[in-house]
Structures are given as C-alpha cells and as structure tokens.
Antibody, heavy 118, light 108 residues
Framework: QVHLVESGGGVVQPGGSLRLSCAAS????????MHWVRQAPGKGLEWVTF????????YYADSVKGRFTISRDDSKNTVYLQMNSLRTEDTAVYYC???????????WGKGTTVTVSS | DIVLTQSPGTLSLSPGERATLSCRAS???????FAWFQQKPGQTPRLLIY???SRATGIPDRFSGSGSGTDFSLTISRLEPEDSAMYYC?????????FGQGTKVEIK
C-alpha cells in the first residue's frame, strides 16, 4: 500500500530555518516525481515545489523561490524540503504528494504543521 | 502563471440533487492537464478527476468532469451526505502547478 509520512514541522521564528521530510513506501520511489503542497490555516491549497524522479529537475512556486530547496535521497525513499528565511506567511500544513502520469498528484501524506511566529 | 477561479464559493443543496462546480483558467490549460480534488475537514485532499474527465481509482461514477481550454466543470449527479467537502481544481503548465481557491459544497 502506498504510504507517505511527513515529519519535521514545528514552531520557528521569522527568519529561521526548518527541514521537512517525507518518507515513502509501497511504490518504486526512484521512478516517481514528488511534490510539496501547503495549506495555510483556513485557506486553500498552494503548490510549493516539485522534484523529478531522477532529481535533475526542480520547480518552485514564486512565493518560495530562492528560500526553499527540495531534494531527495532514493536510498532512504525520502524527499526533503529545506526552508530558509521563513516568514509568517509560510505558516501552513505541508503535504508531500506523489506525482502520477507526470502531471497529477494521486497520493498525499497527512501533512506536518509549520508555524512561523515570534 | 495560470490563475484558476472557481465558482460558486459555496453550494448548498439537498441529498439527491445535482451539483455543478465551475473552474475558469486565465489562459488555456495545456493538453487538459487538469484535475479536481475533494478535501473533507481535517482530511488529506483526494484526487477525484484527472485529465479533465477521467475518474481516479475508486471514485464513484456520480462524479464526472468535463471541459477544455479555459472552462472546466465538476458534476456530482446525485449528492450524498458524504459529499460535503471543499472541492479544488488544479492545472499543470509552464513548469508550475496551480490550484483554484475552492468551492464548498454543503448538504442541507
């Protein structure tokens, strides 16, 4: 069964850093692209970033470009989100999602909560 | 970037009624790389429809998607109480993915 489990969320001050992890199981991780998507409290979904199955291509939303970095470790079946220079508006539940057919997100984790506050 | 605008903001209907949700894109969506998601309170989003009109695995046939170019819709043919949720449209193009702001479906 396909399973994604996020971790690493917490409370951090503005300007701080945090690294999120997403552990995958139940599928061939090194053949699949992965996304991070976030949802601010009471708000809608916002796509954050994508990494191709081989790690060679990464895309970012303008709102996080230059501050966030996505990476993957296929030996650990894990995708990471390094978040630097955090702002209060980055406060959200962060979901990882599995890419499917190149363009869709078919399986999502339960999310990890990031709170940026002084 | 392509902006997706969903309407209406909230839809309040009775069980058995038909619900039609709309999503309009600011530019034509490439190759119909377009999807619909359902999210219930406290739960993870669930993929309902992909490629504008194909149902994802395990999705009941009362859910259907249609549209192309800039105008898309999701229809729930006979509402059931468990269909109460937020519904989001989503597209992929120009190396970006974007979501609409959501439509809330309430069951009376």
């Amino acid at each position: 069964q396909v399973h994604l489990v996020e971790s690493g969320g917490g409370v951090v001050q503005p300007g701080g850093s945090l690294r999120l992890s997403c552990a995958a199981s139940g599928f061939t991780f090194n053949s699949v692209g992965m996304h991070w998507v976030r949802q601010a409290p009471g708000k809608g979904l916002e796509w954050v970033t994508f990494i191709r199955f081989d790690g060679t291509t990464k895309y970012y939303a303008d709102s996080v470009k230059g501050r966030f970095t996505i990476s993957r470790d296929d030996s650990k079946n894990t995708v990471y989100l390094q978040m630097n220079s955090l702002r209060t508006e980055d406060t959200a539940v962060y979901y990882c999602a599995k890419n499917w057919l190149g363009y869709y997100m078919d399986v999502w984790g339960k999310g990890t909560t990031v709170t940026v506050s002084s | 970037d392509i902006v997706l605008t969903q309407s209406p903001g909230t839809l309040s209907l009775s069980p058995g009624e038909r619900a039609t949700l709309s999503c309009r894109a600011s530019q034509s969506v490439t190759n119909n790389y377009f999807a619909w998601f359902q999210q219930k309170p406290g739960q993870t989003p669930r993929l309902l429809i992909y490629a504008a009109s194909s149902r994802a695995t395990g999705i009941p046939d009362r859910f259907s998607g249609s549209g192309s170019g800039t105008d898309f819709s999701l229809t729930i043919s006979r509402l059931e109480p468990e269909d109460s949720a937020m519904y989001y449209c989503q597209q992929q193009g120009n190396s970006q993915w974007t979501f609409g702001q959501g439509t809330k479906v309430e069951i009376k």
